[in-house]
Antibody
Framework: QVQLQESGPGLVKPSETLSLTCTIS????????WSWIRQSPGRRLEWLGH???????NYNPSLGSRVSVSIDRPKKQISLKLTSVTAADTAIYYC???????????????WGRGTLVTVSS | EVVLTQSPGTLSLSPGERATLSCRAS??????LAWYQHTPGQAPRLLIY???SRGTGIPERFSGTGSGTDFTLTISRLEPEDFAVYFC??????????FGQGTKLEIK
């Protein structure tokens, strides 16, 4: 059974960089897209970006150049970096595996439980 | 951007009853819609993909219908473990994925 576990600091200061890691177990990291998604208090889920196992990436344009996702295949880890954070970046951050399907459209078939990150001085 | 609007915001029902949840898209998305169940503190669970295909291990009481802009998730007979938040997600456009705001299914 594929399991995803997010980890990283729970508190980040304004203007600093938020860094999170997602560790994948019970399945292969290869030949899948891996996404980061967040939910801020009172707001709907927001897709941040994803990376294919080859390293190609795609990001939500709303975040501009602040977001980047990387992959460490031997460690079976996906990482998220979000620069110049503000209080608006306070959220629960999830990683999820993407199933890409021409017939059905892409969807997320496995998720982590999420990790809360608070931006505050 | 494709905006997904879910209704109702909260649905109060009793175990054994039928639940009908709606997700409306601002633009046609064909059948590129998925539904998830989320209990706070747990990982979201895929229920339905491609508007009507059940995910692995999902009970038959969960069913999805719709295409274009109007989609429905139906739970035929509610079990105690079904009381949770449900959200829809679409694929396509920019950004690639967007989500509905969620429907909270609570015990009446």
């Amino acid at each position: 059974q594929v399991q995803l576990q997010e980890s990283g600091p729970g508190l980040v200061k304004p203007s600093e960089t938020l860094s999170l890691t997602c560790t994948i177990s019970g399945g292969s990291i290869s030949n899948y897209y891996w996404s980061w998604i967040r939910q801020s208090p009172g707001r709907r889920l927001e897709w941040l970006g994803h990376i294919f196992s080859s390293g190609s990436t795609n990001y939500n344009p709303s975040l501009g150049s602040r977001v980047s996702v990387s992959i460490d295949r031997p460690k079976k880890q996906i990482s998220l970096k979000l620069t110049s954070v503000t209080a608006a970046d306070t959220a629960i951050y999830y990683c999820a595996r993407v199933r890409d399907s021409v017939e059905y459209g892409d969807y997320f078939d496995h998720w982590g439980r999420g990790t809360l990150v608070t931006v505050s001085s | 951007e494709v905006v997904l609007t879910q209704s109702p915001g909260t649905l109060s029902l009793s175990p054994g009853e039928r639940a009908t949840l709606s997700c409306r898209a601002s633009h046609s998305i064909s059948r590129n819609l998925a539904w998830y169940q989320h209990t706070p503190g747990q990982a979201p669970r895929l229920l339905i993909y491609g508007a009507s295909s059940r995910g692995t291990g999902i009970p038959e009481r969960f069913s999805g219908t719709g295409s274009g802009t109007d989609f429905t998730l139906t739970i035929s007979r509610l079990e105690p473990e079904d009381f949770a938040v449900y959200f829809c997600q679409q694929y396509g456009g920019s950004p690639m994925y967007t989500f509905g705001q969620g429907t909270k299914l609570e015990i009446k």
